[in-house]
């Protein structure tokens, strides 16, 4: 359910679409599916830093949020539950689990927004047909 919520998610990716969109489509597929998405943490602006803004969240309402624009770079990273929304950190200060203790899946990718669509540009190789595959389904 989570690779598919991003492949939903990188799949919109273009100038023009806001981030609120983004954050729309993985919320839909998610709570559609009977699934819940973790709130507290959300992909982000890669540039000169590892972690910039905007702050990419995996929730939300279409329209809504910066545009997107050609050359931007960000990261996709939804974390979805079979349970409740909710999550606990750990003393680690590192761990993450679902309040309820049911199952979580956190994907991530990085994406380029492109004139025309986007470039994942961390695609593992063992990944890309599955991928192709899905974007071929989905059209």
Not at 81 to 102: E, P
Not at 106 to 127: N, S
Request: hydrophobic share 35%; aromatic share 8%; glycine share 10%.
């Amino acid at each position: 359910m989570t690779q598919e919520c991003l492949y939903k998610a990188i799949k919109i990716v273009r100038p023009g679409i806001t981030l609120g969109d983004i954050g729309h489509t993985i919320q839909q597929h998610a709570e559609a599916n009977n699934y819940t998405v973790v709130r507290e943490y959300c992909g982000h602006g890669i540039g000169c830093n590892m972690h910039e803004e905007p702050q990419v969240l995996h929730y939300g309402k279409a329209g809504e949020g910066i545009i997107l624009e050609e050359g931007m770079t960000f990261t996709i990273e939804p974390m979805i539950n079979q349970g409740k929304k909710d999550i606990k950190l750990h003393k680690d200060g590192w761990t993450v689990t679902t309040k309820d203790r049911r199952l979580s899946a956190q994907f991530e990718h990085t994406i380029l927004v492109t004139c025309d669509g986007f470039k994942v540009l961390t695609l593992r190789d063992e990944e890309r047909e599955v991928f192709a595959r899905y974007l071929s389904i989905t059209q």
